[in-house]
């Protein structure tokens, strides 16, 4: 399931050159969108600002956000005499990012240094991404109860109060959101917990007020408003007790108060909570070193090096993929590891070395060296077998035990062949299903990958040897051949890993950074099963 979401981008600019004799620059900044083939479109631009060289603009970029999508944005800063001819202006600088690394960066804010075509620094530019919307699903969970509630029904009894929270609209009429029960004979009732949708009762805003109603339930005659006060949910949380009001036209000097025992907004997170306050994804890769390959000398191969500088398979595989994933880790390393294959120096087959011969650091830099480190184990490993990927989970599984940090480890696994360790396999996805990781799987060459298929596991939880089901589907298997291109290929591999992630942060009770100290909680039960 592909996971999108609307993604708003603030700019502003600090030191641009001057372009202008006499005065400083009148800056505009148009951001462009740049395809596979290098042509550019725009997808806005802010106002015009004159005589700025820090300009802070107001008008923001709308952009749709595709997590396993490669999106480039060139970010164009110009020096304009005429806001209608933009393209006329003197060019000040430009950066070209993706918008993964934006969001990727210190709470979804990047920072970087101007450049014009001539290679010189012009300024820098500070590009701020904000999820728009996605709160719809917001609840408001109340515990409450009324202190000493003025009694409206004589003598002869209490008053057998109950609350009703009110919307108040623009247009000035209101609209009842919800009532509670009422609790006989009972000056201080307290009412059972309860939740109501902030966008029904307050147009999803904290600080908007609603009404706040307490009436005397009175079965023979009508109710009798107790009291009642406008309020906000920011009120209601910082000040626990909040006194009535006596109903219009009455009497009553003291109405009583609302107490409120605990307060709290039930929010559904998004993957972009997470990203954009340092929640990091690392990225392990594993290849293929059986013998089912071929010779890498052979150009049959689906290791050969082609000359020409063009890439096999298992290149194309590792590069689309990883690309992606690599800009959500703050350091850009990969973990690369061969299983399979003899290594220099032995005379047995490994099923788990790193591919750069440090096993306690097997991490390299970026794809770039994830590609080198793959090259050169290629021409010093002994292609050899059987085909086990057990041993690859669990370094994973470790590696994720031992991470100190709020991260989401994805494992890419490269293959050609069906696997050999079926239930040693299985019992390790089972036991990865319950720690923070995904395990991608790309089948090279024209095998049917039956056994992938099953591995998959959308259809039906997977079921180790001693009857232990996983605790949800972490694993995600594509032909290569059934991709079109490499970005068709990374869009079918990662459209399902924001529901992997969310899954395992909602049923751990993993929040959101920037939720600490604030009213958020995350929602109770498996309703990430949806997603």
Known sequence: MTLSTKILLTITCQNLVSKDWMSKSDPICVVYERAADGAKQEVGRTEWIKDCKDPVFQTRIDVDYFFEKKQRLVFDVRDVDDPKKVLDGDEIGSIECTLSKIIGSVKGKLTDKLKHSNGKETGSITIMSEEQGGRDKDVMYVEMRGVKLANKDGFMGKSDPYVKLIKLRKDGDTVEVYRSEAIDNDLNPKWKPFTVSMKDLCNGKQDEKFKLECWDEDPATKDDMIGWIETTFNELAEKKTVGLNDRPGGSTKEPGSIAVDRIHIIRYP???????????????????????????????????????????????????????????????????????????????????????????????????????????????????????????????????????????????????????????????????????????????GEETFEEMVMLDGDNGRLVDESGKASDRDIVQFVPFVSAKSKEDLASKVLGELPAQLLKYMCKHQRVPASWANSPYVLPGGDWAKSL
């Open 270 to 444: 998004t993957l972009y909570d997470y990203i954009s306050n340092g929640c990091e994804l690392t990225v392990s890769v594993a290849i293929d070193f059986t013998m089912s390959n071929g010779d890498p000398a052979d150009p049959n191969s689906l290791h050969y090096i082609q000359p020409d500088g063009s890439l096999n398979q298992y290149e194309q595989a590792m590069i689309g993929v990883g690309e992606i994933l690599v800009e959500y880790d703050q350091d850009k390393k990969i973990a690369v590891y061969g299983f399979g294959g003899v290594v220099a120096g032995h005379s047995e087959a490994s099923h788990c070395f790193p591919l750069n011969g440090n096993i306690n650091k097997p991490e390299v830099d970026d794809v770039a060296g994830l590609l080198a480190a793959y090259r050169s184990a290629i021409s010093s490993t002994k292609l050899y077998g059987p085909t086990n990927f057990a041993p690859v989970i669990q370094q994973t599984i470790m590696h994720a035990r031992e991470c100190k940090k709020q991260a989401y480890h994805v494992l890419l696994i490269l293959t050609d062949g069906d696997i050999t360790d079926k239930q040693e396999t299985i019992k390790a996805i089972v036991q990865a299903s319950h720690e923070p990781m995904s395990v991608i799987i790309v089948g090279v």
